[in-house]
């Protein structure tokens, strides 16, 4: 199965993606993590896309397509992969098609700009394993502290209030669009976010036939 996934920053779409990634067996690729992992090691890329991120705004177009482009062509993707964070403006889904990748559904996991806030304002993650915590819906057995790895939990720049309400701001104009534009293909299928993750994942498979 070739999927994408879509929903705004803060709608469990990563953590659906891993789900869907053990269910069927094969890849999930997310462009956050791809980013992230070169803003870590210094590349040239991780530089650009720090500037962007920081600031809530999407990485530009020609950029993330020459990440994808590479990243498809790599072998465990032969037999499916789920896409997490591509494409993300018509631009990127216009270039998707014109490539020899088909792509069987688009999964949109819809939830609510409050819900969003309130998850990612309070989302705390440990710099040094990546595992992530809330101060309200998963607390750390230790305030401030991994249970992982004893590292000293932090807020992302990108989840401060101000640039959330940004990142929503800017998936709204150059994301969203996208499930009209998939609905008219007929290979858009949605699910409800739920309160809980695993509630999430009934929904999400149900929405696949599953």
Do not use: W
């Not at 020899?100 to 949109?108: A, E, H, M, T, W």
């Not at 819809?110 to 710099?127: A, H, K």
């Not at 994301?175 to 949605?190: C, F, H, N, Q, V």
């Amino acid at each position: 199965m070739k999927l994408i996934l879509l929903a705004a920053p803060g709608a469990g779409k990563g953590t659906q993606a891993e789900k869907l990634c053990e269910h069927f067996g094969i890849p999930s690729i997310s462009t956050g993590a791809i980013l992230r992992k070169n803003i870590k090691d210094g590349t040239e890329l991780g530089k650009i896309a720090k500037t962007y991120i920081d600031d809530g705004k999407l990485i530009p177009d020609d950029i993330m397509i020459k990440v994808m482009d590479a990243r498809l062509a790599e072998d465990d993707c032969k037999n499916g992969f789920i896409l997490d964070g591509f494409p993300r403006t018509l631009a990127q889904a216009e270039k998707l098609d014109e490539s020899d990748i088909k792509i069987d559904y688009v999964l949109n996991i819809d939830v609510p700009d409050e819900v969003i806030i309130d998850r990612l304002s309070g989302r705390l993650e440990c710099p040094k394993c990546g595992t992530t915590f809330h101060i309200e819906h998963r607390k750390p057995k230790v305030d401030g502290i991994c249970d992982n790895c004893g590292g000293k939990l932090t807020c992302r720049e990108d989840d401060k209030p101000e640039t959330v309400k940004s990142r929503l701001n800017v998936y709204h104009t150059q994301t969203e669009p996208l499930i009209e534009y998939y609905a008219s293909k007929g290979m858009l299928r949605t699910a409800k976010g739920q309160n809980e993750i695993a509630d999430t994942t009934v929904e999400v498979l149900k929405a696949l036939g599953e």
